[in-house]
């Protein structure tokens, strides 16, 4: 049921999106939304599925800290 109601609201927002950026000839705002809505999607349906993903704030904690330069002084 959940998975059917995400592919529904994910249509609802093909919808909404697409017909607007084709009639303008926006093919390249198209691609990018096209590129966002389907990782958006993906994250969803795995997130519905218990996959367990990365948080993606580890990740970043690390790359700040060790690229600000006065880290030292933080810590």
Do not use: H, T
């Amino acid at each position: 049921m959940k998975i059917f109601l995400l592919i529904v609201v994910f249509i609802a927002g093909v919808l909404i999106d697409v017909p607007g950026l084709i009639r303008k000839k926006y093919w390249r705002e198209l691609v990018v939304c096209s590129f966002i809505l389907l990782f958006a999607f993906i994250i969803s349906l795995l997130q519905i599925l218990g996959v367990k993903l990365p948080s993606p704030f580890v990740s970043i904690n690390n790359f700040l800290r060790d690229m600000v330069p006065f880290k030292n002084f933080l810590q």
